[in-house]
């Protein structure tokens, strides 16, 4: 039977869980400090054990919501992927799982627990009293060579790449900085403004996750610009090891007809690629991204709650803050 035991940081611990195969940006110490920073939160650190032997870790942070503490491994709206569990090959998720239900509502002290871990299926969560969502996502593949990758996407969108360059598209990569930042949200806002949204954080969110993972060097900033040398869309690529995920795109809806946002994602697979990076993680599922030539992956999300009311003030506030994104940019809109 597996164990959790809450433990600090230490130089030990560290060089430990770097060394498991299934390790993930955002088990990183300079990921967790970003969300740390953007969700006043505080890391939680757990190893897990078998018969005293420890055998992988848990990553989660804690915050409060309501007055209560939440335990996010992660939480939704944290733009954080998957966290949950590092674990020795041949450990089972569901035992490790089945142990952080006890350790999150005992030692840690949570009202309600989420977690979304890359190893996770569906198969492990039942019989445990968790609720989850199908939350899949689409990946590529990057181990084909170079003409493969472009002849798996959709005819429509290796056109658009063409038509991109033809137009005199081009992209730079950019060193990590504040005015990146400014510069993608501002597209950002634009995006949303197609749909009358607002985005779902603010600026400085993006600027907390450059200064974090920047000087890492896990962060890929690219933007492209037109014939005349105008920014006319940017892309927030984070990656580590095997893996780059699409953090954040956006792009002015005047210039779109340009086909810019293809360009960047292109550009994106290439330099992975020549670096040794054999996965693109898009981070969801949307239709839309079909055209990349991607293949669905399932990565439940599941969640837990001390009491039915814990579980109903998280769904409550879910359904509240889109209510209130959809708000503030109807006034937004009428305002200008």
């Known amino acids: 039977m597996l164990r959790l035991h809450r433990v600090e940081p230490d130089a030990a611990l560290r060089a430990d869980r770097a060394t498991y195969p299934d390790r993930l940006i955002f088990h990183t110490p300079e990921w967790l400090n970003f969300v740390a920073e953007c969700q006043n939160a505080e890391p939680l650190l757990a190893t897990v054990t078998d018969s005293g032997q420890v055998v992988g870790h848990f990553t989660g942070l804690l915050t409060r919501r309501f007055g209560m503490r939440i335990l996010g491994s992660p939480m939704a709206g944290w733009t954080t992927s998957y966290v949950g569990f590092n674990l020795r090959p041949g450990v089972s998720r569901r035992a490790a799982l089945e142990a952080l239900i006890p350790f999150a509502f005992g030692e840690a002290g949570a009202a309600h627990l989420e977690i979304r871990d890359r190893g996770l299926v569906p198969a492990d969560l039942t019989g445990l009293g968790l609720r989850w969502d199908d939350a899949p996502t689409a990946v590529i593949d990057l181990n084909p060579p170079e003409d493969a990758l472009f002849g798996a996407m959709a005819s429509a969108c290796r056109r658009n790449i063409r038509k991109a360059a033809k137009s ?83 792009s002015y809806r005047e210039h779109q007809h340009l086909r810019p946002n293809e360009t960047l994602i292109w550009h994106a697979l290439r330099w992975a690629r020549e670096r040794g990076v054999t996965e693109f993680d898009f981070v969801g599922g949307n239709a839309y991204k079909t055209k990349y030539g991607t293949t669905e992956v399932a990565v439940p999300w599941a969640r837990r709650s001390r009491s039915p009311l814990v579980a109903h003030l998280r769904d409550a506030a879910k359904q509240g803050f889109a209510f209130k994104q959809r708000t503030v940019a109807r006034f937004t809109s009428a305002a200008k």
């Open 168 to 250: 005199g598209v081009t992209v730079e990569e950019v060193t990590p900085g504040p005015a990146f930042a400014d510069e993608f949200y501002d597209q950002l806002r634009d995006v949303f403004a197609k749909q009358n949204l607002v985005p779902t954080y603010s600026v400085e969110r993006v600027r907390s996750l450059i200064r974090h993972i920047g000087p890492a060097g896990n962060l890929l900033l690219l933007r492209a610009r037109d014939a005349e040398g105008r920014g006319i869309a940017t892309a927030v690529l984070p990656w580590y090891h095997r893996t780059m995920y699409f953090w954040g795109g956006a």
